[in-house]
């Protein structure tokens, strides 16, 4: 099974400035089957990234995803007020499914 | 529109058993992968298992294999996630989620189920 690992736990930032999230692999992620997602407190997670670069629909473009094998990032252009919250990195191979275990991100 | 829509909290004893369910509507419900993701209080969140309506084809995490049942019934839109005997371990929110055309990715989460399972 695949492990992912993320850093860093947590990210202290101001708005606008840029964030920048790690997601590492313990094996190379297949195809690039990386996704990235957004937990704001108290909400059911949202698709942010698929395919390690494509942004999912309705996505504002200062999110965006880059990355291939076993190392990936997401990539915060100009913090806005709602984007502090908790990212998950997940990966799909072999028919699993696996999360990391979130970067929080926090003013 | 897509939505998932679950069912509501539950409070059950260890031991007890539980069938929640997930309502989806605005696509085509039968071809599109249907899995379940735990999240516990303060935690991150955990792939469970994952079902194909259109042909109940089932997978599970290891983690989870033998622990819940996955299953869906196409005709009424809906996917399921049931335990025999609940532990006060498997207090914790319960996602749905869609997997997007490949699959490899979920791009709609209903709104969760918390479960409550008291000793």
């Known amino acids: 099974e695949i492990v992912l690992t993320q850093s860093p736990g947590t990210l202290s930032l101001s708005p606008g400035e840029r964030a920048t999230l790690s997601c590492r692999a313990s094996?190379?992620?297949?195809?690039?089957?990386l996704a990235w997602y957004q937990q704001r407190p108290g909400q059911a997670p949202t698709l942010l990234i698929y395919g390690a670069s494509r942004r999912a629909t309705g996505i504002p473009e200062r999110f965006s995803g880059s990355g291939s094998g076993t190392d990936f990032t997401l990539t915060i252009s100009r913090l806005e007020p709602e984007d502090f919250a908790v990212y998950y990195c997940?990966?799909?191979?072999?028919?699993?499914?696996?999360f990391g275990q979130g970067t929080k991100v926090e003013i | 529109e897509v939505q998932l829509v679950q069912s509501g909290a539950e409070v059950k004893k260890s031991g007890e058993s539980l069938k929640i369910s997930c309502k989806g509507s605005?696509?085509?419900?039968?071809?599109?992968?249907i899995g379940w993701v735990r999240q516990m209080s303060g935690k991150g969140l955990e792939w469970m298992g994952i079902?194909?309506?259109?042909?109940?084809?089932?997978r599970y995490s290891p983690s989870f294999e033998g622990q819940v049942t996955i299953s869906a019934d196409k005709s009424i839109s809906t996917a399921y996630l049931q335990w025999v005997s609940l532990k006060a371990s498997d207090t914790a929110m319960y996602y749905c989620?869609?997997?997007?055309?490949?699959?490899?990715?979920?791009?709609?989460w209903g709104q969760g189920t918390l479960v409550t399972v008291s000793s």
């Open positions: 079902i194909y309506p259109g042909d109940a084809d089932t």
């Open positions: 094996q190379s992620v297949r195809s690039n089957y």
């Open positions: 997940q990966q799909y191979g072999n028919s699993r499914w696996t």
């Open positions: 605005g696509y085509s419900f039968s071809t599109y992968w």
């Open positions: 989620v869609r997997g997007n055309f490949g699959g490899d990715s979920f791009d709609y």
